[in-house]
């Protein structure tokens, strides 16, 4: 495998480990956001915003209304305080919804004012004294800061109570002391509020007058502290009549059948138009008003179903309901009997206007699309009266009270996870972009590791071929070199021994292997491994070629670690053979020696071959010492090589090679 193959394989796992970190699932342990892998991130975020739009929005009431309840102001937070409603019979429930009560905050806006720190939630039946825990929040679940309200939903359970226990409280914002304050309690069953104008005690109050802002009756007056603004539906004027209907204006709603009637609810006009106001909050509302039901259209079997009266500016909100025994109907009559007076722009007179009037049959609004008319004047090319039950507002469509408040909370759980999921992504991001520079870098590193790895590649591949031409040209030198040497040294003999014909057949023979001997050496000169039986034995080697070349010299070979010798590489075998016969031929050809010494010895640290000649030297010249032909040939075996004159005529050739580089 070459470097540029590994190359591309670590730049494959770098880039697996840089998508591995940005989008995998991180630690179980973790935080539920952390544990979910990028795109589930972006799916969530996608997801979220898409819920986001089709949400009910908290449009905050302005003007002058019913804040709620609130208790007495305490110094210490764990002082506890608690709220119970009563609706006299047993029915199946499964849902409170807590509504805050609002405050303007300066600095942070819109926020819930004594909303309970830690509370629980029981529920009970008229023989039940201590009830069932149906829900208990703490400080982990996080429920502050909010404006929206806290829904509560719980398995189907049977009660005719509900209490709420805070077991610690909030502080206010104006002073910082600590109060249990709300705007509105509902508790359904199915679609009805059946805590709507019921009983409510409490542990303490801090206004007693059930004309005041805050009264523990306004936990379940129905009014809430928002304008109902759905994200669809079309948007729709109030109908408001012209100046001067009269002292008891009727509007009657014909349902096309008769149907079991059981809640009402008048929607007040926009009053959120325009900032300020241009009209107080009760604009329209009559101050006195008597509401009927009929199976016949001249309500001659008419039965009352309800009655509203305006005690004091806090008995009037943007939804006024309320709830009767249920009555068969076809037709609904409202009878104004204290009207509203309009004054203003130079006139004076009675007038009548809502947004909306509902009327419930189980739990379903039956008005919608059905026929108004009225005993007054109500034709207007703007307001008309038709718009008292096409089923929208200024914003928008009317939704059921239970769907308004659970959308309003989920938008409250949603737009608090919004931040949290969006710094999530961002250090997601920061982390992937983080990888992605690195991967970036990895990439060049690896990208010039590659160059690098090609021109190393050429280089080695240069000298690898260089080194065979040397290795090529120094068998041929050596080996064929020596045995043409031989075979001339052999032919010159072979001429002085004419008349010994044993001497001379000797002689030739001894010619005829040399000459086989080299052509087999020329055959494998490209790969010499490959030449079986030129270079079997080492020693064996040495000492027949020794006895060849030096025939006619006084030649001594001797060796010691013959086991180490024997486990030599074929290659170091073949590269120490050529490098000890090719010491012989310059012997021969050059020194003038009678006597010639052989020295192979190996341990376990190093080889080292000496050769030894009584002859005329080294010359003496500027060139190096050791012979070309000999560098080359200790170059190949990666050795040291040096040669040296003795005392006493002579050279000296020492060849040292350490053991790593020639044991198999």
């Not at 935080?31 to 949400?55: C, G, H, I, V």
């Amino acid at each position: 495998m070459t470097f540029a193959t590994l190359g591309v394989i670590a730049l494959l796992v770098g880039w697996w480990f840089t998508v591995a970190l940005s989008s995998g699932p991180l630690d179980s342990s973790a935080s539920p956001l952390k544990r979910l892998s990028l795109s589930a991130l972006e799916q969530r975020m996608t997801a979220l915003d898409r819920q986001l739009k089709f949400l009910a929005q908290p449009s905050m009431r302005t003007g002058v209304g019913a804040v709620g309840y609130r208790s007495i102001a305490k110094h210490d937070d764990h002082q506890g305080e608690w709220i119970q409603i009563d609706w006299q019979q047993d029915v199946t429930i499964n849902q409170i919804v807590l509504v805050p009560t609002i405050w303007r905050d300066t600095v942070n806006g819109f926020r819930a004012d004594g909303f309970p720190a830690e509370f629980r939630i029981l529920v009970g039946t008229a023989g039940e004294s201590k009830g069932k825990v149906v829900a208990s929040y703490g400080a982990a679940d996080s429920i502050l800061p909010r404006v929206a309200p806290l829904v509560v939903s719980f398995p189907a359970t049977e009660a005719s109570w509900m209490r709420l226990e805070a077991t610690r409280l909030s502080p206010r914002g104006w002073d910082g002391m600590y109060i249990l304050q709300l705007s509105e309690i509902m508790v359904f069953s199915g679609q009805e509020n059946v805590a709507l104008r019921q009983s409510v005690d409490v542990s303490s109050e801090e206004q007693r007058d059930p004309r005041s802002a805050r009264h523990k009756q306004h936990l379940v007056d129905g009014f809430v502290p928002y304008l109902m603004d759905a994200y669809e539906g079309k948007q729709s004027l109030a109908f408001v009549s012209e100046i001067g209907v009269g002292d008891s204006p009727e509007i009657v709603i014909d349902l096309d059948q008769p149907v079991p009637l059981s809640r009402i609810h008048m929607h007040s006009t926009d009053l959120s138009d325009t900032v300020p106001q241009s009209v107080p909050e009760d604009f329209g509302i009559p101050r006195s008003m008597l509401i009927e039901g009929s199976r016949e259209p001249d309500f001659s079997d008419a039965v009352q179903l309800c009655e509203y009266h305006m005690e004091s500016v806090y008995e009037v909100g943007p939804i006024i309901m309320r709830r009767f025994p249920e009555s068969t109907c076809r037709y609904v009559r409202l009878i104004v009997q204290d009207p509203y007076v309009y004054s203003g722009g130079g006139k004076t007179g009675s007038r009548i206007g809502f947004a909306e009037i509902e009327l419930f049959a189980n739990g379903q609004n039956v008005s919608v699309g059905k026929t108004v008319r009225a005993n007054f004047n109500a034709d207007s090319p703007t307001r008309k009266v038709s718009a008292l039950t096409d089923g929208n507002n200024l914003f928008g469509e009317i939704l059921p009270i239970r769907r308004w408040m659970n959308e309003l909370a989920k938008r409250h759980d949603l737009e608090s996870e919004r931040p949290l999921l969006r710094a999530e992504l961002n250090e997601r991001y920061q982390i992937q972009k983080t990888n992605l520079n690195r991967l970036a870098w990895l990439a060049g590193l690896l990208g010039f590791i590659a160059v690098c790895t090609i021109l190393v590649e050429r280089i080695v591949r240069q000298r690898v071929i260089y080194q065979t031409r040397q290795r090529i040209a120094a068998d041929l030198h050596d080996e064929l070199g020596a045995n043409l040497h031989a075979i001339g040294l052999l032919g010159d003999l072979a001429q002085t021994t004419t008349d010994s014909p044993d001497q001379l057949k000797s002689l030739l023979r001894r010619i005829r292997d040399l000459t086989e001997r080299s052509g087999a050496a020329t055959r494998y000169c490209s790969n010499l491994l490959e030449a079986k039986g030129l270079f079997g034995d080492l020693m064996d080697d040495m000492r027949r070629t020794s006895t060849r070349m030096m025939a006619d010299l006084e030649h001594e070979i001797s060796f010691e670690g013959e086991a180490l010798l024997r486990k030599l590489k074929p290659a170091v075998r073949i590269d120490l053979f050529l490098f000890y016969k090719e010491c012989l031929v310059n012997i021969l050809r050059h020194s003038g020696a009678t006597f010639v010494t052989t020295h192979l010895k190996a341990d376990h640290r190093e080889l080292c071959l000496t050769i030894t000649d009584n002859g005329s030297g080294l010359e003496h010249s500027t060139g190096a010492r050791v012979p070309r032909s000999l560098r080359r040939r200790a170059r190949l075996l990666g050795a040291q090589v040096d040669a040296r004159d003795l005392e006493n005529h002579g050279t000296r050739i020492t060849l040292r090679l350490r053991t790593r580089k020639f044991l198999s």
